[in-house]
T-cell receptor, first 112, second 117 residues
Framework: RKEVEQDPGPFNVPEGATVAFNCTYSNSASQSFFWYRQDCRKEPKLLMSVYSSGNEDGRFTAQLNRASQYISLLIRDSKLSDSATYLCVVNVPPDSWGKLQFGAGTQVVVTP | GAVVSQHPSWVICKSGTSVKIECRSLDFQATTMFWYRQFPKKSLMLMATSNEGSKATYEQGVEKDKFLINHASLTLSTLTVTSAHPEDSSFYIC?????????????FGDGTRLSIL
């Protein structure tokens, strides 16, 4: 079983629509969770950290479910510029900001 | 602006050549840097953790004699792919851990696309 698993997609989303997708992680001791965005042939860029109570950053909402070991990302009012691969990232215990484990990414394609 | 610089961005070379990739932290000191490799449509895989002033820690399955890491200063780590072969062609990305005033665990370089012919 992969340590961080994501639906690869692609999720084809009309502009203005909402899209949501999950990620599951295997290590119950992980404490830090992030969503990164990666554009084609580019480095990953931090989109947002994911907090226990869930958090929102503009059109992006992240949730964490520790019991079921998954995190989610919801994008509202999708823009064409949201087209990218979204990487779920989890820390490798015990260091909460040390080594990271990356999912393979969920591809989102926003269409006009 | 970028806080981690990686160089070169793109390398194409013949099989058997050794290739050196540099990773620099631009405005902070990084005692720890990380080297990743990413194949198309796959996740970033951690290759090794580079520690300033000491030997790198390699992940299981990564050949330390093949991928030489040197972290001689607080702002520079280098990865040398020795005697590269076509199967080493990949996207190599470094990151640096910033201990002061950072809102994220690691800052990533732009990546190096390595193509071995």
């Amino acid at each position: 079983r992969k340590e961080v698993e994501q639906d690869p997609g692609p999720f084809n989303v009309p502009e203005g629509a909402t899209v949501a997708f999950n990620c599951t992680y295997s290590n119950s001791a992980s404490q830090s969770f992030f969503w990164y965005r990666q554009d084609c042939r580019k480095e990953p860029k931090l989109l947002m950290s994911v907090y226990s109570s869930g958090n929102e950053d503009g059109r992006f909402t992240a949730q964490l479910n520790r019991a079921s070991q998954y995190i989610s990302l919801l994008i509202r009012d999708s823009k064409l510029s949201d087209s990218a691969t979204y990487l779920c990232v989890v820390n490798v215990p015990p260091d909460s900001w040390g080594k990271l484990q990356f999912g393979a990414g969920t591809q989102v394609v926003v269409t006009p | 602006g970028a806080v981690v610089s990686q160089h070169p961005s793109w390398v194409i070379c013949k099989s058997g050549t050794s290739v050196k990739i540099e990773c620099r932290s631009l405005d902070f000191q990084a005692t720890t840097m990380f080297w990743y490799r990413q194949f198309p449509k796959k996740s970033l895989m951690l290759m090794a953790t580079s520690n300033e002033g000491s030997k790198a820690t390699y992940e299981q399955g990564v050949e330390k004699d093949k991928f030489l890491i040197n972290h001689a200063s607080l702002t520079l780590s280098t990865l040398t792919v020795t005697s590269a072969h076509p199967e080493d062609s990949s996207f190599y990305i470094c990151s640096a851990r910033r201990m002061d005033r950072s809102n994220q665990p690691q800052h990533f370089g732009d990546g190096t696309r390595l193509s071995i012919l």
